[in-house]
Nanobody, 120 residues
């Protein structure tokens, strides 16, 4: 069993900052990539940023100058530093982990989501 748990969401004024954290735990042999997605009301889930075990990143153009993804491989944890937040960043943010498990499978795991609300 593998668990993915996010933390750090909340309410912030436009221009403010938040830092999201996501930790994966359980029967993990290795984690290939971890990332953040978001889903606003009435919209499809979209990629925010992803980082590989080797540190390669891919960040959405809409947030590239404001958000930074980082990772602590030893802790199986990924972070999303969000600066200069805008009301359009309001969404539920989901963590994703592509995990090679201890029993030899490679699976995609999602967290339960954390709400980020940016007021104008």
């Amino acid at each position: 069993q593998v668990h993915v748990v996010e933390s750090g969401g909340g309410l912030v004024q436009a221009g403010g900052s938040l830092r999201l954290s996501c930790a994966a735990s359980g029967s993990i042999r290795s984690i290939n990539a971890m990332g953040w997605y978001r889903q606003a009301p009435g919209k499809q889930r979209e990629l925010v940023a992803v980082i590989t075990s080797g540190g390669r990143t891919n960040t959405a153009d809409s947030v590239k100058d404001r958000f930074t993804i980082s990772r602590d491989n030893a802790k199986n944890t990924v972070y999303l530093q969000m600066n200069s937040l805008k009301p359009e960043d309001t969404a539920v943010y989901y963590c994703n982990a592509i995990v090679s498990t201890a029993w030899g499978t490679r699976n995609n795991y999602w967290g339960q989501g954390t709400q980020v609300t940016v007021s104008s």
